[in-house]
Structure formats: structure tokens, C-alpha cells
């Protein structure tokens, strides 16, 4: 049977992670624990060769690995994620009391697959505001929400097809209301062991809790939530640990927000990757003032997001001549009108880089009479002017409750990213 630990490994990272906020403490303690340092952006930076940092902001973080030569001579070599996936985000004022019955208000985040969440056990998890400007990490434990679907015998027409009113039908289940009973916000206080109106505020989403688990016949696949995008960045700080330090700075970002169009001060359309990038060649380049663009143009991105496999049922929904399949190895992801960054240039590279590391390479374009989804990789393209690629592992059930992944992928996308990163 081939070697699933790296997969077991993905599953226990997605288990730590269900928000971004946990996703960034969990990568956080893995670079820690490989010997990266933290570094505040209030604080001035003193960088050298071979040093190790990472940066948090918010639900976001970039860690690197400084080269022995200075950006301006060697470049850099970046790989891109994104911590979030689609879920629900909880109102600020989330009591909602109807029916006899206390539900707790959320919005939908994304474009998610909203029926696949109905009667899963559910509960909240994210970051609270405490008064005086703290933060926590809270995950409520046990399942206290659930989406429950209408009895067919109260709605026949759902054979004819289920449409969900988000405001209406999308509003999870608390408990009973009786007057007395704790509700969400108590339940946040007591989970973090402060007074309930010391609870000021609160950025939380709903999130399954059941473990990701092997499955398939053999084992050999990864059922998990939040796969997309976890999956990348799990491998793409695998991979930066476990890279070789070269001539070139070596960059990893895992921004938030990617499922919402990436406007925000962490995500890849605000500046956080350009605020470092410009800092690390202003510390290690200090006096060339060409060298930022010096830089970038000798440097690749590779945007790591997940494609679509082949679906044993629905094949006739992808391109004939581009057609994934689950343990095949990384995906090179090309869209004629720039949904996706990668070239003729780019692809070729990171080909090259597959090849060298024995990794084989699928291909994904979308059918011409379908939309296709976009990631990170032209966004971030569009700002820094880096060279860009589009790449992922396979998975099924895209923005589902639960994705399908093959962890026989994992190996493979770790080593395509180590041999982009040493390159």
C-alpha cells in the first residue's frame, strides 16, 4: 500500500483549522516548531541569509526564507494559497428568536454547494474582540447548530428540485427558547473565560464537526471540509520547510478572502504581500532603488488552489481534452481570458519543475460554454507584475460541506512546490 502518511497529515491540519484565523495559528506552530520566528509589522526588521520569519495579519500570514543573495541579484520564488473556504459568517447580532425556538443569524460567505450543509452537526468557531482590544481563538465544542431540511411531506415539490432562501431557510438551530437558557454569546464568554459583556465583538463561522477521515476502497482518499483551500496551504508550507535554502528568498502567502473576490487588507488584492515583498528588498537591497523591480522580474509565483477532477458521473460537465483524475498528480490551470495567470512562460517552468522532481502533470481548461472560477494567481499577477502559474491538486465536491481529495496527491503537489521553491 503506497505511504498516506502526508495525507494523515493534510487531515490533521484541516481538523486544526476550521476558520482562517485557527488556519494561521496552525500554520503559525508548524513554522514555529521548523524554527521560523515571528515578526511584527510595527517592529524593525533585521533580516539575513538564511533566516526564517513569518508574519500574521489578521486571518493571513507570510512566512519566508531569506536567500543568500539579495532579491535584486537572485529573485524570489513565492507560492500563493488561501485560508478561507465558503461557509457562514455569523451576524453581529446573532440572536434570532422565532417559532419557540433560538437560532443564531449567519450570511452565506461564498459560493458554497448551501443544500450539502443541511443536518450536519455544526458548531461555531473564529476569533472573539475582548474589551481592552484582546483576541481569542474560540471553537465551541460539541455540535450545538444544525441546518434542518423540511420533511418531504411538508414540502412534495422538493422533488422537483431544492432552492434555499438564505435569509429564510439558511438560519441554524440553537436550542429551545425558554427564557433561560444560555445563548451564543454566553457560550463565546464562557469558552473563553471572560465576562460575557467583555465579549465586544466576534468574526466567526459555522463549521462541520466531523473529523476529515480516509475513505475510497483502498483508503487512499481524503474526505475533509475546507480542502479548498487548506490542501494548498498545508502543502505549501510542507514544502517550505522541508525546501533546501538556495540563492533565492523563498516566499510562502496564505491570504484570506480569496472566496469573496479578495478585497480586504489581508487578501490578495490589498497590500500585505507587496508591504513585505517591498520590505524584505528594502532590508536585503538597502540604497539600489531599482531594486524592486529588479526583483520581480526575476522572480515566479506559483498560485496554489485546487482543480476540478474528472467526476465519474458528470464528465460530459469538463473539457474533452483537459480531464483531471484524482491521484494524477498537480494541475496546470489555463484560462484564455485570464481567469487564470499562467503562460506559455509559466507553464513551462513549472513543468520543468515537476519533471525534475518526478512528478507527472495533468492539465484543466474549463468548456468554452461554461464560466470559470478564477484564484489568487491573477490578482496577485495584476499587482506585483510577477511571473504567475495556476496550479492544484484535483479534489471532487468543490464548495461542498465535505471535498474529495486523493491523498496520493499530496506528495506529489508537496514536492512540485519544494522543487519551485529550490529552483
Not at 31 to 39: K, N, P, R, S, Y
Not at 206 to 223: C, E, I, K
Not at 325 to 351: E, H, I, M
Amino acid at each position: 500500500m503506497p505511504d498516506l502518511s502526508l495525507g494523515d497529515d493534510l487531515r490533521a491540519f484541516v481538523d486544526a483549522s476550521p476558520s482562517p484565523s485557527h488556519a494561521v495559528a496552525e500554520l503559525a506552530r508548524r513554522l514555529g516548531t521548523a524554527g521560523f520566528t515571528e515578526l511584527a509589522e510595527a517592529d524593525r526588521w533585521e533580516l539575513a541569509p538564511g533566516g526564517q520569519h513569518f508574519v500574521v495579519r489578521h486571518g493571513s500570514l507570510i512566512a519566508f526564507r531569506v536567500g543568500s543573495a539579495s532579491p535584486a541579484e537572485a529573485g524570489l520564488r513565492l507560492v500563493g494559497a488561501h485560508t478561507d473556504s465558503p461557509t457562514f459568517k455569523v451576524r453581529p447580532r446573532e440572536d434570532v428568536r422565532q417559532a419557540g425556538y433560538r437560532l443564531v443569524g449567519v450570511e452565506p460567505y461564498g459560493g458554497g454547494l448551501w443544500h450539502t450543509w443541511l443536518d450536519r452537526e455544526l458548531t461555531v468557531a473564529g476569533r472573539v474582540a475582548l474589551r481592552g482590544g484582546a483576541t481569542a481563538l474560540v471553537r465551541l465544542p460539541g455540535a450545538p447548530l444544525r441546518l434542518p431540511s423540511l420533511a418531504i411531506h411538508l414540502d412534495r415539490g422538493v422533488r422537483d428540485g431544492l432552492k434555499l432562501d438564505p435569509q429564510r431557510e439558511l438560519v441554524p438551530v440553537w436550542c429551545q427558547d425558554l427564557g433561560t437558557e444560555p445563548g451564543l454569546r454566553e457560550a463565546l464568554a464562557a469558552a473563553v473565560g471572560a465576562a460575557v459583556q467583555d465579549v465586544v465583538g466576534h468574526d466567526l463561522v459555522l463549521t462541520d464537526t466531523q473529523p476529515a477521515a480516509r475513505t475510497g476502497a483502498d483508503g487512499s482518499w481524503v474526505a475533509a471540509p475546507r480542502l479548498d483551500n487548506l490542501a494548498s496551504c498545508h502543502a505549501g508550507a510542507t514544502a517550505l520547510i522541508a525546501a533546501a535554502a538556495t540563492r533565492r528568498t523563498q516566499l510562502l502567502v496564505a491570504n484570506d478572502h480569496e472566496e469573496v473576490g479578495s478585497g480586504s487588507m489581508s487578501g490578495a488584492r490589498g497590500s500585505f504581500l507587496e508591504d513585505v515583498v517591498r520590505r524584505l528588498v528594502a532590508v536585503l537591497d538597502a540604497g539600489d532603488p531599482q531594486a524592486l523591480p529588479r526583483a520581480l522580474a526575476q522572480s515566479r509565483l506559483v498560485s496554489a488552489d485546487m482543480a476540478h477532477a474528472l467526476h465519474p458521473t458528470r464528465s460530459d460537465r469538463h473539457e474533452p481534452g483537459h480531464q483531471p483524475q484524482l491521484g494524477g498528480g498537480p494541475v496546470l490551470k489555463v484560462n484564455a481570458n485570464q481567469a487564470y495567470a499562467t503562460d506559455a512562460v509559466t507553464s513551462g517552468w513549472f513543468a520543468d519543475r515537476c519533471a525534475e522532481a518526478s512528478v507527472p502533470v495533468q492539465w484543466f481548461v474549463t468548456r468554452a460554454d461554461l464560466p470559470c472560477g478564477s484564484t489568487i494567481g491573477p490578482l496577485t499577477a495584476t499587482r506585483l507584475g510577477v511571473a504567475t502559474v495556476d496550479v492544484g491538486a484535483p479534489m471532487l465536491a468543490m464548495h461542498s460541506v465535505r471535498e474529495l481529495a486523493s491523498a496520493l496527491d499530496v506528495p506529489l503537489m508537496v514536492g512540485a512546490l519544494t522543487a519551485c521553491f529550490t529552483d
